[in-house]
């Protein structure tokens, strides 16, 4: 069974920083793309950055030049740093993850989540 652990959430003013973590871990056998996403109060949820498994990254618009996603293979971490927040950026973030359980079996799983106030 695989587990997506989150930390890193809280409250910033804006402009401040923050960094998201999340770790998988179980009975992994390769990870493939790694991302985060994130959900506003009454928004549906809407791509932040994702990373490939050879460290291609891609954002959404509205978070290019101010965030940044990196991952480390080794411990089955992806991370999100993110420099001048604003209050648009208040969310829950979720980290999501795909990848292989054995040769034939792919997983794709959902974190729990973890919430950004930004204030203003």
């Known amino acids: 069974q695989v587990q997506l652990v989150e930390s890193g959430g809280g409250l910033v003013q804006a402009g401040g920083s923050l960094r998201l973590s999340c770790v998988a871990s179980?009975?992994?056998?390769?990870?493939?793309?790694m991302g985060w996403y994130r959900q506003a109060p009454g928004k549906q949820r809407e791509l932040v950055a994702v990373i490939t498994d050879e460290g291609s990254p891609n954002y959404a618009e509205s978070v290019k030049g101010r965030f940044a996603i990196s991952r480390d293979n080794a411990k089955n971490t992806v991370y999100l740093q993110m420099n001048s927040l604003t209050s648009e950026d208040t969310a829950v973030y979720y980290c999501?993850?795909?990848?292989?359980?054995?040769?034939?079996?792919?997983?794709?799983?959902w974190g729990q989540g973890t919430q950004v106030t930004v204030s203003s």
């Open positions: 999501n993850v795909h990848g292989l359980l054995d040769f034939n079996d792919g997983f794709g799983l």
């Open positions: 179980g009975d992994i056998f390769s990870i493939t793309e």
